[in-house]
């Protein structure tokens, strides 16, 4: 890939131009700004060419043009008729380097941040909406607070109390024997172990707020350029959406507040942890100082802890203009008072005891089962809470899970964070004690909390439902197959010999991508089996008080078989999640087309800004849209050009949500190109209050012209359901896939499924560019519609691949 040339001549045609503008007898200029989709593509793959130019742009995300359009505005004669074509690639804002496939960990966070934008289409100022974001606030912050303590369960509780006091536990390893109470070492004392051990969740806090810092300095900075007057004054009330706010993909201060408190609520867990042990033992007949002392420190512990809820609670969204005021010195205060606590706790704690000693599980051990319950209860007031919104929705005829779509989700997250948790407690435990089972009565050590055991049994269960499911789908997919073989020979040239293998393969392509739809039946039947089944698990957990194969002794031989097996089996499970995870980190961490892969999983997870969870992984949006919309701002200001957008794929969501973000003078300059979308099909069903149909549609009044391709054999886009105000429809489609039945003259080997990629080949998409181009530029002799008979043969001046 060529590069423009350092110095200011050669650099860049925009920048020379810029003062001056184009002249005036020059012909109006149109530009192709192509937008990729999910897993990205490469700037040559994208226009056709392998010679490109970086336009304007960094390493992360940049514009390029072929290298003989990289001067076009010095030269609009040689482009009368067709547009300059320009590639936006902000691939590596999800996959570029390495250091991204750590966000896998993440995931829960990821989850429940989305659970934010999934609120029904209820008007901005219903009350409920603030409900929503608080709970969805606060059950993100029982997210962190549940990862810092499985990390002081791992450390602190079945390294530094359970294994390093048991003489059996700690024999054989040698990194173990410094703490070891036979050794009479200085360290050996219970407290001293505890608050060295405590660095170890403070040091996994303390990444997580540099993770989050360092790309919130990249991608939360990005500022909207300034737009002329009316940008929504004009629109009606009720086709407004919160994404044409100019301070919607601004929320640096936000996340900034809301990492301050989260890093709070860790350390402060890490305390609590500490000052439970230590109050066990003061209370055993300890000294009466130290009594005091852990007491003052405890309300210590409680007042950050309400000032932290606090911050939570104020922290809202301010979307109406960029978030740029400056954080109350308490809330900058916060991490840095937590710490101090945190170090006075850790001195406390490793005050000399004489005959302390650690045995059984560490107090406080048992406050996981607090954490489920309280999540629970949360999930259940935002489903109350999503239910009433949903009453008051504008539209809700296809709105996924009718508006319990944030409830399901942000039940998920907590799941996948028990079972991370949990995950990590079994395995780590198994290791530690050898070849003896952790909570059985033969183990060296208790192991972790019975909780953990219990959650990890219903595992199994838990997926005998989604392979219920997944069965039933697949049977789904075999009917569809069959009806829709009925019509797939009527779409194509009656002569073209029928092929019934081929046949049989276009209709379950059809009926594959249609599984796309009946993704609320999975999520609702795995939301609903998890709250019950967790619930379960709590109740079995605290009236019994031990692990499902001991609990069950006394029943009869096939009940506690089963209890047995699914025990174990959900421990391994929960083990093989983790390891799965890790595994897929390291080598995306090696392997770019492995890390690419896994950008598409965040290509669609993290399109949405951290308003819940700032651990999140970050919002690629906040760097593309503010990129796309600069552009196209700046290019049609300086050059008086018109401009279409096409986006592929993901490429169309940020296409959209840039136009959103324009003045209105210059959206009206602009005409949209989607395909492969899921504006309508993903976006509109599951975050209706912001791609809805009242949104799109005013979208669509507002700028030039919008045209939309989709096919039925594409599992992601589809159609936008929308008729313009002249009755022309915006959708064009569903498009012939493949575009021949057979083998023809024309097409001697059998066309390719095409399914969500490679738009561009077909004559349709020719077309419906060319009239958008003829529509932008009425003065200029424009490409016209391709005939029948140029259908099939390449178009010299259609634009490249932009799908991902």
Not at 451 to 479: K, N, T
Request: aromatic share 6%; glycine share 10%.
């Amino acid at each position: 890939m060529e590069t423009a040339d350092p110095t200011p001549h050669a650099r860049s045609t925009d920048r020379d131009t810029a003062a001056d503008g184009p002249p005036r007898s020059a012909p109006q200029l149109s530009l192709e700004l192509l937008v990729h989709g999910v897993g990205g593509t490469t700037a040559q793959e994208m226009l056709g060419d392998p010679r490109v130019q970086l336009i304007t742009g960094d390493d992360t995300a940049a514009c390029y043009r072929r290298t003989d359009d990289a001067d076009a505005e010095q030269r609009p004669d040689d482009y009368r008729g067709e547009p300059v074509r320009e590639a936006y690639c902000w691939s590596n804002l999800t996959s570029g380097n390495g250091a991204r496939a750590l966000w896998l960990i993440l995931v829960p966070f990821m989850v429940a941040n989305l659970a934010h934008w999934m609120r029904p289409a209820a008007p901005s100022e219903h009350p409920a909406q603030r409900i929503y974001d608080l709970l969805v606030r606060i059950l993100a912050l029982t997210l962190t607070v549940l990862l810092a303590a499985a990390a002081c369960e791992v450390a602190l509780d079945l390294t530094a109390w359970q294994c390093a006091g048991t003489t059996v536990c700690a024999a054989g390893k040698s990194w173990m024997g410094f703490l070891s109470p036979d050794n009479s070492g200085w360290w050996s004392a219970p407290g001293r172990r505890l608050a060295l051990a405590s660095m170890v969740p403070l040091l996994v806090i303390g990444f997580l707020w540099g993770l989050s810092r360092r790309t919130w300095s990249a991608y939360e900075s990005a500022s909207p350029p300034p737009r002329l007057p009316g940008t929504s004054r004009d629109t009606p009330v009720a086709e407004r959406t919160a994404l044409s706010r100019e301070g919607f993909w601004y929320g640096r201060r936000l996340v900034a507040r809301l990492r301050a408190a989260h890093t709070t609520a860790g350390v402060l867990t890490v305390a609590a942890v500490l000052l439970a042990a230590a109050a066990k033992a003061d209370g055993d007949g300890g000294h009466p100082v130290l009594a005091v002392t852990g007491r003052a420190l405890t309300a210590l512990v409680i007042v950050l802890a309400a000032a932290t809820l606090i911050v939570v609670w104020r922290t809202a969204r301010s979307e109406d203009a960029p978030d740029v005021a400056s954080d109350h010195l308490v809330v900058r205060a916060l991490p840095f008072a937590s710490l101090a606590v945190l170090a006075l706790t850790m001195l406390h704690i490793g005050w000399a005891r004489p005959g302390a000693r650690s045995h059984g599980p560490l107090p406080g051990a048992d406050a996981f089962g607090g954490i489920a319950v309280f999540q629970g209860v949360l999930v259940l007031a935002l489903a109350v809470t999503a239910w009433v919104l949903q009453r008051a929705a504008r539209d809700d005829a296809r709105t996924a899970l009718r508006g319990m779509g944030g409830p399901a989700v942000a039940l998920l997250a907590c799941a996948v964070g028990g079972v991370l948790s949990g995950g990590v407690a079994q395995r780590f435990a198994d290791w530690l004690d050898g070849g003896a089972t952790p909570g059985q009565a033969h183990a060296p050590i208790p192991g972790p909390p019975v909780l953990l055991s219990w959650q990890a049994s219903v595992i199994p269960a838990l997926l005998v439902v989604v392979a219920a499911v997944a069965v039933l789908a697949a049977v789904r997919v075999v009917i569809v197959r069959n009806r829709v073989a009925k019509d797939v020979p009527g779409l194509y040239d009656p002569r073209e010999q029928p092929d019934a293998g081929r046949t049989k393969r276009i209709a379950a392509t059809i009926a594959g991508a249609g599984l796309t739809d009946s993704a609320p039946v999975l999520i609702a039947a795995t939301s609903a089996v998890t709250l019950v089944l967790g619930a379960g698990a709590v109740i079995g957990a605290w009236l019994t008080g031990r692990a499902p194969g001991r609990a069950t002794e006394g029943a009869p031989p096939v009940v506690h078989a089963a209890a047995e097996t699914a025990e174990s089996l959900g421990s391994w499970l929960m083990g093989a999640g983790v390891i799965l995870l890790i595994t897929m980190g390291r080598r995306a961490y090696r392997d770019h087309s492995a890390r690419r892969t896994i950008g598409i999983l965040w290509d669609v997870g993290t399109f949405w800004p951290r308003a819940a969870h700032p651990f999140a992984p970050p919002c690629y949006a906040e760097r593309a849209v503010p990129d796309l919309t600069w552009r196209m701002a700046t290019w049609t200001e300086r050059f008086d050009g018109r401009l279409v957008l096409s986006g592929h794929s993901q490429g169309s969501v940020l296409a959209a949500a840039a136009v959103w973000q324009l003045d209105l003078v210059t959206r009206s300059r602009v005409a949209l190109l989607t395909y492969g979308s899921p504006l309508e099909r993903l976006y509109g069903r599951w975050f209706p209050a912001f791609f809805g149909p009242p949104a799109l549609t005013g979208l669509h009044r507002e700028m030039d012209d919008w045209r939309n391709l989709w096919r039925f054999t594409d599992p992601i886009g589809g159609p936008i359901r929308l008729t313009c105000e002249g009755g022309r429809r915006i959708d064009q489609g569903p498009l012939r896939d493949p575009l021949s039945f057979g083998r023809t003259l024309q097409n001697p080997l059998p066309a390719q499924i095409l399914g969500h990629g490679d738009y561009q080949a077909d004559p349709v998409f020719v077309t419906v560019r060319a009239e958008l181009i003829a529509r932008l530029s009425p003065d200029l002799p424009g490409q016209r519609p391709a005939d029948a008979s140029t259908e099939g043969r390449p178009d010299q001046g259609s634009s490249g691949r932009s799908s991902g």
